[in-house]
């Protein structure tokens, strides 16, 4: 297979400077947990390392998104790659023309019209004015911005800026399209008309880098995905993968401790097992139930309780939700006492993908205990009595239906 990109042990280094403290400041203290070089007057400088060691291929016609926090080194690696930056050490190898967005009006010259830019970024690009002239109508009508196109783009706003740099990087046919998080300055319909074009150019061959914090957007447009953690490529997998891994890693590092005490009822502990045996993964075979054990402390008589979880997407979307009181009314009084509940998520119920369990319980009509501060996220493998064929299945959905099919030959 064709490589669009080759990285090999790519790592930056830069230097952060440090004051000494002086009367009284605080300055320099975080430096106390590095290894510094001290300068004559008590300044001293720290290392920091944004990459460490990235080595990955990128194959020509791939859509490949690449996630983390802030801070991770998302963006200094597109900057490398776009040779905006150089890396400390390491290679790169660009097999194609490449066209990069890293920024709203990026390549722009403020004082030259939306006209003279185009122009611009074509001979930057290495186009005759010939060829830019032949994609010039396509790009005015896709960036939208016909009425404006003798202004000069520091009159533009954002959009329309974000629309015509997009436009420019896309129609001037770039073998690589590279794409830092500039797509959310764009409306809805503007996101979605990109998305399309971006699978276009894919379909032809070209190849996407695309980051986003949307990770419906990176859902939507990409079918691999590097994930990075403070510097350094923890994976590259399939998309639906290192979305639910980068989720599932920020959940367990904001979310909430057990116990969690409230004025009326605390929260002992959320189990979630299968089997009788708790993963410490939480990751589970789709043919099976999954356990969800709850167990609080009531401190005191309540009326209309509820207690139970919802089963959302590891973007909030919720799928269904199962409360002790929707079954069992007599159970919405409750004295004082500590309790488990159990309940199970059904086999064969999911589709294969990443969920969250998220607790709730609360006092109908008078306050909620839990709210959304109590998730757990977990993982559901692919039954297999399924067709293995089926290699992305949470494209299609979440929930498995079974109509009972029946097939009978009516006619020969």
């Keep these: 297979m064709t490589k669009s990109i080759i990285v090999e042990g790519i790592s930056k280094k830069f230097r952060i400077h440090h004051e000494k403290e002086r009367k009284g400041e605080n300055r320099g203290l975080l430096g106390n947990l590095f290894g510094r070089s001290r300068s004559e007057n008590g300044d001293s400088d720290e290392d920091f390392w944004a990459l460490r060691d990235i080595s990955f291929d990128v194959a020509q016609g791939e859509r490949l998104a690449i996630v983390g926090r802030n801070g ?53 690009l290495g186009m005759s004015r010939a060829e830019v002239r032949q994609k010039f109508d396509a790009i005015v009508d896709f960036a939208e911005i016909e009425r404006f196109l003798d202004t000069p783009v520091k009159r533009y ?43 276009e150019l894919a379909s032809q061959g070209r190849t996407v880098l695309f980051v986003s914090h949307s990770m419906n957007a990176v859902k939507d447009l990409c079918e691999s995905a590097i994930l990075i953690e403070n510097g350094r490529i923890k994976e590259k997998t399939r998309v639906d993968d290192a979305i639910g891994d980068y989720m599932r890693h920020a959940m367990h590092v904001h979310g909430a401790n057990m116990p969690l005490e409230t004025e009326h009822i605390d929260l002992l502990a959320v189990h979630v097992t299968q089997s009788g045996v708790k993963n410490p993964n939480y990751n589970f075979e789709g043919d099976k139930p999954v356990d969800i054990e709850l167990i609080y402390s009531v401190k005191e008589t309540l009326q209309n309780f509820r207690i139970g979880f919802y089963i959302k997407t590891v973007f909030g979307e919720m799928l269904t939700r199962a409360l002790l009181a929707d ?28 969920y969250v369990v998220e607790v709730h319980g609360s006092q109908f009509g008078v306050c909620d205990f839990f709210g959304s501060n109590v998730l757990q996220p977990f993982r559901i493998a692919r039954p297999p009595l399924f067709n293995a064929q089926h290699d992305r299945e949470q494209t299609h959905g979440h929930i498995y239906l079974d109509p009972h099919w029946n097939q009978k030959r009516i006619s020969d």
Excluded: W
């Excluded at 004082?336 to 993908?353: C, E, N, R």
């Design 72 to 124: 991770a080194g998302k963006s200094t690696l597109l900057k490398i790659l776009s040779r905006v930056m150089s890396p400390t050490e390491g290679q790169i190898r660009i097999c194609g023309r490449l066209s990069s967005l890293l920024e709203v009006g990026t390549g722009f010259h403020p004082d030259l019209t939306g006209r003279e830019n185009v122009y611009l970024n074509g001979a930057l």
């Design 157 to 199: 706003s954002s959009g329309m800026y974000v629309r015509l740099a997009f436009a420019v990087s896309a129609f001037l046919e770039p073998d690589i399209i590279v794409l830092d998080e500039v797509l959310s300055v764009g409306d809805a319909r503007f996101q979605q008309k990109s998305y399309a074009k971006m699978r």
């Design 327 to 354: 079954r069992a009314p007599d159970k919405e009084t409750v004295g004082p006492g500590t309790y488990s509940v159990k309940a199970s998520i059904p086999s064969d119920f999911l589709v294969a993908g990443d």
